[in-house]
């Protein structure tokens, strides 16, 4: 987990490795930059702490975690920590109290340390106007975007984005380019392979050291294309009708990525595993990436039973080329967006296939909250249509710490090789099934 060390007598907080030495009577530890922030301390200009990502505590309740991936949602954006906690069952103040106590700062301040830090590196990384900047990054009026640079960074956006160093600027050859921080140990090589193999043909590809996808927003259609950067980041890319609500579009980038994700506690846990342990060091910075989205997440996991990762992409490719939004002029293979689950169900699927991909829509449409990423295999046990393989599977492709699906028929493989039964491996590696999970499919892939 990162610390944050802020220097009492300056009023600074900074990240590990800064240069700055100050005496450590006159420092204080912070897990989070909000809860420095929260404290009235400014980031450092030197080490500049937002630029690096800033994952929330691995060993923080469910119910916290959940509510973190709301926030990155945007359920704050426009909403009250009233409705967050209703969304959650629970009172505000039962909900401020778990923040405070695991997290070390209210909802409503970790939402607002996070809108400011992504906005800060749009106006590092980007040439959008002040006014661009503010509605991509998640604030409902300049006024409100200025009151809180001024109270976080002790600046107005003109002088931030006047301080800028030279290097900071990312030129783009078309669409936008931003920095995307990920957590120490990050291997995009692991999980570039990982989507590469799943890749839908037509919406997706792997292309060198680049992956990039088709999606959707608001009905129209944007591209996105991900490749390394320095040390500490990947480069974004963004193909965009509209930059309104981008901190919300590369929040979905970096769950499905999983950069924001701390892994340390269960590399540690799982490498000392007799079995597990050879394959989880020799990828000990393989995240657990995430589906695009809910709707996503259905389809692939229900039409992908019963199939290789490989079969199961070239199906879905075949129903994207017939369903999907056809887009031209897109690079690559790129061809169509994800069709929405309407079309599928009319496609040549089976009735049961049809049928639980229905019912999987119609609760996405609706918000049910089982279906929200980061969702728990006891929420997904109130869909009654969905049975023990498949309520692991989307927990799996929604960010569950605790899925372990096995359906996955590179998993399955792994285990044979590695001659273990599916009934103890349920249990022996808790609570970081997800993350053993990824391991095994890895393995599986490369047989």
């Known amino acids: 987990m990162t610390t944050y060390s802020a220097v009492v007598t300056t009023g600074i907080y900074c990240r590990p490795g800064c240069g700055a030495k100050p005496l450590a009577r006159n420092t204080r530890t912070y897990e989070h930059p909000a809860v420095a922030e929260a404290a009235g301390f400014r980031a450092c200009l030197r080490c500049r702490p937002y630029r690096v990502a800033a994952p929330i505590a691995a060993g923080a309740p469910e119910l916290v975690c959940r509510a973190w991936q709301l926030i990155i949602d945007g359920v704050l954006d426009d909403g009250t920590e009233a409705g967050l906690a209703a969304r959650m069952g629970m009172s505000p103040r039962h909900l401020r109290r778990l923040f405070i106590k695991h997290l070390g700062a209210t909802p409503d301040q970790l939402a607002r340390s996070r809108r400011a830090h992504f906005a800060r590196r749009l106006l590092d990384d980007t040439d959008l106007t002040v006014l661009d900047v503010a509605f991509a990054s998640g604030f409902g009026s300049l006024r409100q975007f200025n009151r809180t640079m001024r109270e976080v960074f002790r600046?107005?956006?003109?002088?931030?984005?006047?301080?800028?160093?030279?290097?900071?600027?990312?030129?783009?050859?078309?669409?936008?380019?931003?920095?995307?921080?990920?957590?120490?140990?990050?291997?995009?090589?692991?999980?570039?392979?990982?989507?590469?193999?799943?890749?839908v043909p037509g919406?997706?590809?792997?292309?060198?050291?680049?992956?990039?996808?088709?999606?959707t927003v608001d009905g129209a259609p944007?591209?996105?294309?991900?490749?390394?950067?320095?040390?500490?980041?990947?480069?974004?890319?963004?193909?965009?009708?509209?930059?309104?609500?981008?901190?919300?579009?590369?929040?979905?980038?970096?769950?499905?990525?999983?950069?924001?994700?701390?892994?340390?506690?269960?590399?540690?846990?799982?490498?000392?595993?007799?079995?597990?342990?050879?394959?989880?060091?020799?990828?000990?910075?393989?995240?657990?990436?995430?589906?695009?989205?809910?709707?996503?997440?259905?389809v692939r996991a229900v039409l992908g039973r019963g199939r290789t990762p490989r079969e199961a992409a070239d199906r879905l490719g075949a129903l994207v080329t017939r369903l999907g939004a056809r887009v031209p002029g897109l690079p690559g293979g790129l061809t169509h967006t994800f069709p929405d689950a309407?079309?599928?169900?009319?496609?040549?699927?089976?009735?049961?296939?049809?049928?639980?991909?229905?019912?999987?829509?119609?609760?996405?449409?609706?918000?049910?909250?089982?279906?929200?990423?980061?969702t728990s295999l006891d929420a997904l046990a109130t869909l009654s249509y969905a049975d023990h393989d498949l309520r692991h599977d989307l927990a799996f492709r929604l960010g569950s710490r605790e899925a372990f699906p096995l359906g996955d028929a590179s998993l399955r493989a792994a285990l044979a090789d590695l001659g273990l039964g599916p009934a103890t491996c349920r249990e022996r590696w808790r609570p970081w099934r997800s993350l053993a999970a990824a391991h095994l499919m890895a393995c599986g892939d490369a047989r």
């Open 203 to 215: 919406v997706e590809e792997v292309d060198g050291d680049t992956y990039r996808r088709t999606i």
């Open 342 to 374: 309407a079309a599928i169900v009319q496609a040549e699927v089976t009735e049961e296939e049809a049928a639980l991909i229905g019912l999987l829509a119609a609760d996405v449409a609706r918000g049910h909250g089982a279906l929200d990423h980061g």
């Open 155 to 199: 600046a107005s956006p003109t002088d931030l984005r006047d301080r800028r160093r030279r290097a900071d600027r990312l030129v783009a050859d078309g669409g936008l380019v931003l920095r995307l921080p990920f957590v120490p140990g990050y291997d995009w090589t692991a999980v570039r392979d990982f989507l590469g193999v799943r890749a």
């Open 222 to 298: 944007g591209v996105l294309e991900v490749s390394p950067g320095d040390d500490g980041h990947l480069l974004l890319r963004a193909h965009l009708p509209y930059w309104e609500g981008l901190i919300h579009v590369v929040g979905q980038v970096g769950r499905m990525l999983g950069v924001d994700a701390d892994h340390t506690a269960g590399v540690a846990a799982l490498s000392a595993d007799p079995v597990l342990g050879p394959l989880v060091r020799a990828r000990p910075g393989l995240a657990v990436p995430a589906a695009w989205g809910a709707q996503e997440a259905g």
